[in-house]
């Protein structure tokens, strides 16, 4: 009887331990995949809140390219901060910024990138609204993380985005104006032309 629980035990132990050994392998940690992995459903853009939740949830997200570029209207312009203008290299890094530029730039960041997260932290004025409802331009004050083969991991600026509705009765960004803030952080405008050079 004694000798029965004793080896009992020592199969229990023998059991335990191969579980260990064995099942290390099912629980090792994953490489990342790009652009931060899977991200939510691209939501429909009727709303300017449902394209802010597009914006944050998808940029820079491989799965996530499709969503965001499908949200640039046919007339999209990105104006970058005027100092990042100034600095930039080469000086026409940022001419002629378009819904095609944006598309291909954007492309870049997200495979390249292997984790992501942007925020827009606060609205920093009051939104700008037309007569007839059909355009806006909100204020935002955002950080972006990128984890990527650049240096810089973090951006920090303000975004001023105008959203127009289309007969479609869907919100589209028709323009992206970027601005430094006093954190004296690189801005998502710098962030963009470091992946329209050399790409």
């Not at 203008?85 to 910024?97: G, H, Q, R, Y």
């Not at 870049?108 to 920093?124: E, G, P």
Request: with cysteine.
């Amino acid at each position: 009887m004694v000798r029965r629980l004793r080896n009992r035990r020592i199969g229990f132990v023998v059991v335990l331990v191969l579980l260990q050994v064995l099942g290390c392998s099912l629980f090792k940690p994953r490489k990342p995949l790009p652009g931060g992995g899977a991200g939510s459903g691209c939501l429909t853009p009727n709303t300017p809140d449902n394209v802010v939740t597009n914006i944050l949830d998808h940029y820079a997200a491989v799965n996530g390219i499709t969503c965001y570029t499908s949200m640039l209207d046919q007339t999209f312009v990105f104006h970058p901060d005027a100092a990042d203008s100034i600095e930039a290299l080469p000086d026409t890094v940022f001419a002629n910024w378009n819904l095609s530029v944006e598309s291909r730039v954007t492309s870049n960041i997200a495979s390249d990138a292997t984790f992501h997260q942007a925020v827009f932290d606060s609205q920093y004025a009051s939104p700008v609204i037309s007569p007839d409802q059909r355009t806006q331009t909100r204020f935002y004050a955002y950080h972006l993380i990128i984890h990527s083969s650049k240096p810089d991991t973090l951006y920090r600026g303000r975004a001023d985005i105008t959203f127009f509705q289309g007969n479609d009765a869907q919100w589209h960004i028709t323009g992206w104006t970027d601005r430094r803030d006093a954190s004296g952080s690189r801005t998502w405008g710098y962030l963009r032309s470091t992946y329209r050079v050399g790409f």
